[in-house]
């Protein structure tokens, strides 16, 4: 079994930065790719970014290029997104997931999720 924990969140104000922090345990870990997503109040979850945890290709959503970098520390087993320039729309709970090589893409491991409130 793999877990997913993340870190990282708060409040802050507009235009501030917050790095967020998604450590995974388990013997079975061993994705393909991780990624970032979000939920809002009273919206769907969204794809935020996303790392390919062998190569670390990367993948954003257009709403945050430019602002937000994802990055990997593999020995750590350690998934990062450092967001600048955050703005009240970023406002949201953020977890993390993984996929399995055996299935690239199909996340079946969550964190519990972190907060991050942006005040205008």
């Known amino acids: 079994q793999v877990q997913l924990v993340e870190s990282g969140g708060g409040l802050v104000q507009a235009g501030g930065s917050l790095r967020l922090s998604c450590a995974a345990s388990?013997?079975?870990?061993?994705?393909?790719?991780m990624g970032w997503f979000r939920q809002a109040p009273g919206k769907e979850r969204e794809f935020v970014a996303g790392?390919?945890?062998?190569?670390?290709?990367?993948a954003y959503a257009d709403s945050v290029k430019g602002r937000f970098t994802i990055s990997r520390d593999n020995a750590k087993n350690t998934v990062y997104l450092q967001m600048n320039s955050l703005n009240p729309e970023d406002t949201a709970v953020y977890c993390c997931?993984?996929?399995?090589?055996?299935?690239?893409?199909?996340?079946?491991?969550w964190g519990q999720g972190t907060q991050v409130t942006v005040s205008s």
């Open positions: 388990g013997r079975t870990f061993s994705p393909y790719f």
């Open positions: 790392i390919v945890w062998s190569s670390g290709g990367t």
């Open positions: 997931a993984s996929d399995t090589r055996g299935a690239p893409y199909e996340y079946v491991y």
